[in-house]
C-alpha cells in the first residue's frame, strides 16, 4: 500500500502551508485511490500526520490485472516526479480533546467542492511542464472567483479546492463562474455544494456537512454543478433554476439525499 507526502511550500497564491498525502493500492484489477491535504506535526520519528479534512477517494476498476498494474506504477512514478516523498506511516484522523468542546464556534454556511474531471489522464497526456502550468492557471482562476463572491477558501486537495461561503447563492453563482473560466483553460470541472453546521476551533473544521458536500460533489457528471436539497431549499426560487436529479445515497451518508442540477 505505497502512500506519499508533500511537505507544503509556501506561495504567494496559495493561502498559507498545505502539504498533501497520496495513497494508492490495487487489488486485483481494482485500483484504489486516496488524497487529500494533511498537517504535519514534529520531525524524524515523533513526526505525525493527520488529515485536515476528510480525504477524496477514488476506485478505478480494470477488466484485467496488467492495466491495473501499469496504472499503479506509472502514477507512483509521477509522485515521485512532484517533490513526493514516501510515507512509511500511518495517515491518522485528527480527533479532539473532550476539553476542547468550549472552543469551539459552530458555523452555519455553504460548502463548495471543485475538482477536474479526469485530472490524473489529462497531467500523463500533456506532461508535468504543461499541465503545472495549466494548474497554476486552474487555481487562480478559482480564487479570484472566489475572492469576487466573497468564498472562503480552506484547503486544496490535489486538484480540489474546498471553500465556504455565508449566502447559498453567492456559492452557486461563483460555483457557476468557475464553470465558465475553467472553459477557456479548456478543462472541465464538477462542483458539489451542501449547506449545513460544522464546527471551528483556530485554523480546524470538523462536521458531517463536509463529508456530504465531498459526496455531492463526487455524483457531479463532467461540467455539472450539483447541490443537495439543503442548498435549494436555503434559496427563493426565482434565484437560480435547478433540476432534480434524483434522490441518491452517498458513500458514508446515513440518509439518502435529494439532488438538483443547476440549470442555465
Known amino acids: 500500500m505505497p502512500k506519499f507526502l508533500r511537505i507544503g511550500i509556501h506561495q504567494s497564491n496559495v493561502s498559507g502551508y498545505t ?15 486516496k488524497w487529500g491535504a494533511v498537517e504535519v506535526d ?17 476506485t478505478i476498476r480494470y477488466r484485467t490485472v496488467q492495466p491495473a498494474k501499469d496504472y499503479v506504477k506509472d502514477a507512483i512514478a509521477r509522485r515521485r516526479s512532484h517533490r513526493y516523498e514516501p510515507l512509511a506511516g500511518n495517515i491518522a484522523i485528527r480527533r479532539r480533546p473532550a476539553n476542547r468542546d468550549a472552543e469551539l464556534e459552530q458555523v452555519l454556511a455553504t460548502i463548495l467542492f471543485v475538482d477536474i474531471v479526469r485530472s490524473t489522464e489529462k497531467a500523463a497526456r500533456l506532461g508535468d511542464a504543461r ?7 486552474y487555481f487562480a482562476a ?22 465556504t461561503f455565508e449566502a447559498p447563492a453567492a456559492a452557486v453563482r461563483c460555483a457557476t463562474a468557475i464553470r465558465e473560466a475553467m472553459r477557456t483553460l479548456g478543462l472541465e470541472i464538477r ?28 455524483k ?3 461540467g455539472e454543478v450539483l447541490v443537495s436539497s439543503a442548498v435549494k431549499d436555503l434559496m427563493s426560487p426565482s434565484e437560480i433554476q435547478f433540476k432534480d436529479r434524483g434522490s441518491h445515497q452517498l458513500k458514508g451518508v446515513p440518509k439518502r439525499w435529494r439532488l438538483y442540477r443547476v440549470y442555465q
Request: hydrophobic share 40%; proline share 3%.
Open 19 to 33: 502539504s498533501k498525502a497520496w495513497w494508492i493500492r490495487r487489488a486485483g484489477t481494482t485500483v484504489l485511490l
Open 42 to 58: 514534529g520531525v524524524g520519528e515523533e513526526r505525525r500526520i493527520h488529515w485536515t479534512v476528510p480525504p477524496r477517494e477514488k
Open 131 to 137: 499541465w503545472t502550468k495549466i494548474m497554476n492557471h
Open 142 to 163: 478559482v480564487r479570484k472567483e472566489l475572492k469576487m463572491s466573497r468564498g472562503k477558501e480552506v484547503v486544496t486537495t490535489g486538484d480540489g479546492l474546498l471553500a
Open 191 to 218: 462542483v458539489g455544494l451542501h449547506a449545513g453546521e460544522y464546527k471551528v476551533s483556530g485554523p480546524d473544521v470538523f462536521g458531517l456537512a463536509f463529508h456530504i458536500g465531498a459526496r455531492v460533489a463526487a
Open 220 to 222: 457531479a457528471r463532467a
